[in-house]
């Protein structure tokens, strides 16, 4: 058995998660992204420091062991800080600026598994590093909302919002305290801990008391407290996605779930798959970098499940076509003609897709396996064929037979399937 909330991908589920990658390194490469893979661990630092002590990615979701030598690692929860790292390390600070980097690939996290939520699921991740501008906030935001559409996906709603600046958040943080302390025994257990290590956490909160608290409060909105640069800095987000027809709505409640946002903070969400909704989200994150021992380096970027968007894409009855199947399917007659088979397949490739039935078959059950999975051409190798060194190909939607000498059995297939 797979270890609880992972699983095996193949077939058509494995063929709809290499579309919907597919898609995004269309979408982001077009836009100048350059695919970076970094490592599925990394130093336990990068993301206790990147991610935030505070959060409970890093307080209960990483999987955290020693190597031999002593160092603690962890295998990656999310793809920024590890990607940051990679920018870093490389020196592409260097490199002309901004560098968009984009990243597909497996996370990990100690979550309780449910519908589109695994311990081992898959990501699509997006950055754009060294620069301040507003524009490149918009151009995440269109980017993640284009990546989502190309797919085909229609029922989708942008949320925009902002967390400030770090004095801010600092404001927003003493006032929450302050609101919610006389209240601290009606809080779960989590959100008391995130009380003293950084209330913001408890907006975002899974647990219906912490909700119903915060709803009685009437807690007041993040945005009521920016400073000017920060909500000059959203109003120019909000006019860019205006001019580029990105349709989106301000939620004053929205909070990522991770330390190292600044100013701009964004999700997609998609109706049909349910309360937790969200495809995927990002924002701004200009001190991420210095927090990982580097200079300061402003960036962007946003990340999307795969596995969600998989779900979001079955609720709108969307249905990959049909694999193809081989073009020709070699049928041995004999047993002499196994070898045969084998041997003109091996020829035939990789210019065609071929394969071969690896026991002697009577001609119906030949075709029959060869029609089962999908091949364009049965070729039937019998005691005639071997002597004369010749194949007969049998186009299977129409029962059109030839006999040719193996030789010309390419240029004839190429051909025909053209």
């Known amino acids: 058995m797979a270890v609880r909330g992972t699983k095996d991908l193949f077939g058509k589920e494995l063929r709809l998660h290499q579309h919907i990658v597919a898609t995004a390194r269309r979408v982001l490469e077009a836009a100048g992204a350059l695919e970076l893979i970094t490592p599925v661990f990394e130093e336990t630092q990068v993301f206790e420091k990147g991610v935030g002590i505070s959060t409970d990615i890093v307080r ?50 100690a979550e309780r598994p449910q519908k589109g939520r695994y311990r081992q699921f898959h990501q699509v991740n997006y950055e754009a590093l060294g620069s301040e501008s507003p524009i490149l906030d918009a151009e995440a935001v269109a980017l993640l909302y284009e990546s989502l559409k190309e797919l085909g996906l229609r029922h989708l709603t942008v949320k925009l919002s902002s967390v400030g600046d770090p004095e801010d958040r600092a404001r927003y943080n003493a006032y929450l305290r302050e609101v919610l302390s006389p209240h601290r025994e009606a809080l779960s257990q989590d959100s008391q801990e995130r009380l003293e290590l950084n209330p913001m956490r408890i907006l975002d909160s899974k647990s219906e008391q912490d909700q119903a608290l915060l709803k009685e409060l009437r807690i007041r909105p993040m945005l009521d407290f920016l400073g000017q640069e920060a909500r000059t800095h959203l109003k120019a987000v909000e006019r860019h996605l205006e001019r580029l027809s990105v349709p989106y709505e301000l939620d004053p409640t929205l909070v990522r779930g991770l330390d190292y946002y600044v100013r701009t903070a964004f999700e997609v969400h998609h109706a049909e798959i349910g309360a937790q ?142």
């Not at 990607?83 to 990243?103: D, F, I, N, T």
Request: glycine share 14%.
């Open 60 to 109: 209960k979701e990483m999987f955290t062991f020693q190597d031999r030598g002593g160092r603690s690692l962890t295998l990656r929860p999310e793809g920024t800080a590890a990607m940051v790292r990679a920018y870093l390390e490389h020196g592409m600070k260097v490199w002309p600026q901004p560098v968009r980097l984009w990243m597909a690939g497996p996370m990990f996290r």
């Open 277 to 418: 909704s969200a495809l995927g989200g990002g924002g701004r994150y200009d001190g991420l970098s210095e927090l990982l021992g580097g200079p300061r380096v402003p960036g962007v970027g946003f990340a999307f499940g795969v596995e969600r968007v998989a779900l979001a894409l079955e609720a709108e009855g969307f249905d990959l076509p049909e694999e193809r199947g081989p073009d020709l399917y070699l049928i041995p007659l004999t047993e002499a003609a196994v070898a045969e088979a084998f041997y003109l397949a091996e020829r035939l490739r990789p210019r065609l897709r071929v394969e071969y039935a690896l026991t002697p078959k009577k001609p119906g059950k030949g075709v029959e396996e060869a029609l089962k999975r999908g091949a364009s051409f049965a070729g039937f190798l019998g005691e005639d064929e071997l002597r004369m060194g010749e194949v007969t190909l049998k186009r299977l939607s129409t029962g059109e037979q030839v006999r040719l000498p193996q030789t010309e059995a390419l240029g004839f297939l190429l051909s025909a399937l053209a």
